[in-house]
């Protein structure tokens, strides 16, 4: 079953709007959750985190929103930028054991100019 | 800045063949991690090392795959023979200890293997 889900697999937005990303996990044992950003033959680049302690962080234009009663956490990209056309994914860590990360399927956004 | 550097970068071979992975990740990073990413999904872990020793490769192939980490340094992920569901992108991560709970891992730019 799939912990990390990220239900769009693409997103269309115009340069300069608002990009949103979304992401739901099931397990409540996650503590600690990740964005990556990956182009097309490249390894995936981290982009920012968010503690399950807290609701928001923010880095420049990107600003991820954690909703744990809901399970839910977010990307938000503004502006977007035709640079920030790639694949996006979501990952979550549990807390204790091995610290692994958990991924979702992606999200691939496209900023039109 | 430092980076987790994977070879070769992409590869092709056979089936039935024996095909091999080397990283190195970033000086002083002491978790290494193998993932899988097939076309389309996200990536899968198939090892995780600390230091030398492997804490979890449940969703390793053992019948085929192996990873090591002698030194606790760079690593070697090997399959054995390939087959054509192997193909794939392999990437290496890593990510830091030192005295506090691992944060974000930092990923190679991967190995594309195609298996023919």
Not at chain 1, 6 to 15: A, D, F, K, Y
């Amino acid at each position: 079953d799939q912990q990390v889900k990220q239900n769009s697999p693409s997103l269309s937005v115009q340069e300069g709007r608002i990009s949103i990303l979304n992401c739901d996990y099931t397990n409540s044992m996650f503590d600690y959750f990740l964005w990556y950003k990956k182009y097309p033959a490249e390894g995936p680049t981290f982009l920012i985190s968010i503690s399950s302690i807290k609701d928001k962080n923010e880095d420049g234009r990107f600003t991820v929103f954690l909703n744990k009663s809901a399970k839910h956490l977010s990307l938000h990209i503004v502006p977007s930028q035709p640079g920030d056309s790639a694949v996006y994914f979501c990952a979550a860590r549990t807390q204790g054991g091995s610290e692994k990360l958990v991924f979702g399927k992606g999200t691939k956004l496209t900023v039109n100019p | 800045e430092a980076e987790v550097a994977q070879s070769p970068r992409y590869k092709i071979t056979e089936k039935s063949q024996a095909v091999a992975f080397w990283c190195d990740p970033i000086s002083g990073h002491a978790t290494l991690y193998w993932y899988r990413q097939i076309l389309g999904q996200g990536p899968e872990l198939l090892v995780q090392f600390q230091d030398e020793s492997v804490v979890d490769d449940s969703q390793l192939p053992k019948d085929r795959f192996s990873a090591e980490r002698l030194k606790g340094v760079d690593s070697t992920l090997k399959i054995q023979p390939a087959e054509l569901g192997d193909s794939a992108m392999y990437l290496c991560a890593s990510s830091g200890r030192g005295g506090r709970r691992n944060t974000e891992a930092f990923f190679g730019q991967g190995t594309r293997l195609t298996v023919v």
